[in-house]
């Protein structure tokens, strides 16, 4: 299709009625030019197409589809190649429902617990939301149709969604909250970008320019259009000049008049109109002109992927004594309401008509298994009837299993928790079972971290998150050792909501929340602070071992410009076959940068026979080192050690190195009479030319003591006289040494400094 052609035939009015909805779901056609409308749907793990009455709430109903594990589940597989699988089976389900884009993936970074969208989320870790996402990209677009990667940028909480702004440095906003959408874009050109309700520092996500325009797409490359989150635009004219292409749904026809209004009075480039109509038409285009209908949707089959996905995906977060796998001869008791009907997504516009639901009690159909349900999910409460059936089975069973977790209630979009608690009636239950069975298990239903007050009485936990329509059948088959679990934590659980960094400031006052923390976000905060959690990022256990040795780097040291494979042996050492997730950290010895301690730079899932290894490869480069640098607004690696840790959670790395990375990027120089001696010292260039003139400086300090005893004297030492003289200004030479150095070759030093 000649688009620029199309857009020549035009009329002013035409085009600014195509930058924006239809309807609740379509974009606007154009008959006069045979353009036809394309239809967009959730997203992001299942389809949510709605035939009758459009929201944007998940309330009215949509076709029956099916519902694979949400985000906060998948990120937890660290396993790109399943999440691609699944991204491509939502593909063949869009091509089928003749959708040209499906509006997800959601990447935004997990600041507090408390966000009630965290169960669309990947992680509070930058990398690993950016690999998960670009995996799904690719794979839905392999089918040739399009993802909508949001909420773009810093929506982190639901408070005040739609007014709120998000007021974060440029460090915290480039090392945290962007990186998950530049490498999306970058790795995997997502077709369009959705931006998000909030504003960021102040201006509207939907008409910041610097956001939209410079940094998605003059730095990052970005090539699709950009829709408006639902409702998200406040000034239409300001969002079209700064890179807001599609508004969604539709604004009654009011926007697209002030579009045209603008045009003719001269305040806004008709050039920005065309160019935002051939964003969005290349875009359907590309979809029309590869539409396949006539792909098959076999929905059985993808509720069969969706059960192995969801495996995958589990964390096995305690296991004492081997509580688990159980032994499928012995007889057990399911305890709970989540067990008959499991919590397998979360509220709001992602909320997925599933064709199918498989419930733990269901898949365990067969076994020997009594059922309690112990509390009842519509009210949140445990009679003490409830609690007392639950105890009696408990006490009949070898091991009794308790099915806790969030009611839907507790956790929507639209709005954040307050508190981080499971409802009083699942603490109570899982009590009360514990104190009638040592042997007690709990299996959480949940879209992000809670308190386990309970912890301690339980031999085993296993965290099964939202995991989609089949998260039953999965739940079986990893608690009976069908499946060696193998997810790991892609949040931290801290253990009370208070020790979160975030915890001071999220939500904000009024309309303004700071994001004072920084960039020190989940287990960058607690690995600072030394603080104990409860399960760190990463953590995971499996029904076998794994030995990580052996770590080879490519070449002793680095240039920042070049990369550096780094390889470990992975050995499974115990007696199942099992996948283990190798992650790699990198970290900064010392240094004048306040910065993590440690942070992901890699992961790999391997899957091991017993006995087996496997070497794995992580590549490194620029970025795996760099931290932003606000003065160059550039990425910067400072030269120096940094070391690199290899393991499988980021609180057990057995493999550590050092390594030292020369930076090629020079910062500015912009010395004055108050820099201090140390800021020189450490600037080999500028020291050269101050070097001369040292010894002068020095004289001057010892000077001033002359009044002290010898004794005292001498006990300045050099180390002692350069040490005091470190935070000494440059205009220092002149107060203790004026008769031998004068303004005049002050002047000429810091000149030469400046230009070295
Ligand atoms: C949500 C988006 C969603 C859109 C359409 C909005 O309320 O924030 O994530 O894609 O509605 O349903």
């Given at each position: 299709m000649d688009i620029k052609n199309l857009i020549a035939q035009m009329t002013l009015e035409e085009k600014a009625s195509l930058l924006s909805g239809g309807d609740f779901w379509h974009t606007k056609a154009v008959e006069r030019l045979g353009i036809p409308a394309v239809m967009v749907s959730d997203g992001p793990h299942g389809l949510r197409k709605q035939d009758q009455e459009g929201d944007h709430l998940g309330i009215n109903d949509s076709i029956k589809a099916v519902c694979f594990p949400a985000a906060c589940a998948t990120a937890a597989s660290f396993d790109k190649d399943m999440i691609r699988t699944m991204g491509e089976a939502i593909g063949d389900s869009c091509q089928h429902e003749q959708l040209?884009?499906?509006?997800?993936p959601a990447v935004n970074i997990k600041r507090s617990p408390l966000c009630g969208r965290n169960f669309e989320y990947f992680s509070e870790d930058p990398y690993l939301a950016g690999q998960m996402a670009a995996a799904y990209i690719n794979g839905v677009q392999s089918r040739n149709v399009g993802t909508s990667i949001k909420h773009?940028?810093?929506?982190?909480?639901?408070?005040r969604r739609m007014s709120s702004s998000s007021d974060a440095d440029e460090r915290t906003l480039r090392e945290i909250y962007f990186p998950a959408f530049e490498t999306a874009v970058k790795q995997a050109q997502p077709w369009t970008v959705m931006c998000s309700y909030n504003r960021l520092n102040g201006v509207f996500a939907s008409e910041n320019p610097w956001l939209l325009t410079d940094v998605l797409r003059k730095e990052w490359g970005f090539e699709g259009y950009v829709m408006s989150d639902w409702g998200a635009v406040s000034d239409r004219v300001a969002g079209v000049a700064a890179g807001l292409d599609l508004e969604m749904p539709a604004s009654g026809g009011h926007n697209d008049r002030k579009i045209v209004e603008a045009v003719r009075a001269g305040k806004l480039d008709e050039k920005l109109v065309g160019q935002a109509c051939e964003r969005i038409l290349n875009i359907s285009f590309r979809y029309l002109e590869n539409?396949?209908?006539?792909?098959?949707?076999?929905q059985e089959a993808q509720h069969a992927l969706s059960a192995q996905i969801a495996a995958e995906c589990m964390v096995l977060l305690k296991n004492d004594d081997q509580i688990l796998p159980l032994n499928k001869t012995d007889a057990v008791a399911f305890i709970g309401e989540f067990a008959d009907k499991p919590r397998f997504q979360g509220g709001g516009s992602s909320h997925i008509n599933a064709f199918k639901i498989t419930s733990a009690l269901q898949a365990a159909q067969g076994l020997p298994i009594t059922y309690a349900p112990g509390y009842s999910t519509d009210g949140d409460s445990a009679s003490d009837e409830q609690i007392a059936q639950a105890v009696a089975i408990a006490r009949q069973a070898k091991v009794a299993v308790v099915f806790a977790g969030l009611p839907d209630a507790y956790e929507s979009e639209g709005y954040d928790r307050t508190h981080m608690r499971l409802p009083d009636s699942h603490n109570k239950l899982i009590s009360a079972v514990a104190a009638a069975n040592p042997n007690t298990v709990v299996v959480l239903h949940n879209g992000s971290p809670v308190e386990m007050p309970w912890i301690d009485q339980v031999k085993g936990v296993l965290e099964a998150y939202l995991g989609g329509q089949a998260v039953g059948q999965a739940t079986v088959q990893v608690l009976y050792g069908d499946v060696n679990p193998s997810g790991h934590l892609a949040e931290s659980f801290p253990r009370k909501l208070s020790d979160n960094p975030s915890s001071l400031y999220y939500g904000g006052e009024g309309n303004r929340t700071e994001y004072r923390e920084g960039v020190f976000v989940g287990y960058r905060y607690y690995d600072k602070k030394e603080m104990d959690v409860l399960f760190p990022f990463g953590h995971g256990l499996s029904y076998t071992s794994f030995a990580f040795s052996n770590l080879r780097l490519s070449q002793g040291g680095m240039k920042d410009t070049e990369k550096q494979t780094v390889t470990v042996t992975v050995k499974n050492t115990g007696s199942r076959p099992g996948k283990a997730v190798a992650q790699l950290y990198v970290g900064a010895v010392g240094g004048d940068i306040i910065r993590p301690v440690r942070e992901l730079k890699g992961f790999e899932k391997v899957a091991l026979a017993p006995g087996e290894e496997k070497d794995v490869t992580f590549t490194l480069d620029r970025r795996s080192f760099a931290v932003w640098n606000s003065e160059i607004h550039d990425w910067y690696v400072a030269g120096g050690q940094y070391v690199i840790e290899v393991g499988d959670s980021s609180r057990h790395l057995p493999l550590r190195t050092e390594i030292t990375v020369s930076g090629t990027v020079e910062l500015p120089r912009h010395y004055d009479v108050n820099s201090i001696f140390l800021d020189i010292m450490n600037d080999p260039k500028a020291m050269k030319v101050l070097q001369p003139y040292m010894a002068n400086a020095m004289g001057g300090l010892s000077a001033q003591d002359e009044a002290q005893s010898d004794a005292a004297q001498e006990a300045i030492s050099a180390e002692m006289g350069l040490a005091m003289m470190k935070y000494m200004p440059l205009r220092g030479m002149l107060s203790f040494n004026g008769e031998k150095i004068t303004p005049d070759t002050i002047d000429a030093l810091i000149k030469a400094m400046n230009e070295e």
């Open positions: 040209a884009v499906v509006l997800g773009f940028a810093a929506n982190s909480q639901e408070h539409a396949k209908p006539e792909t098959p949707w076999d």
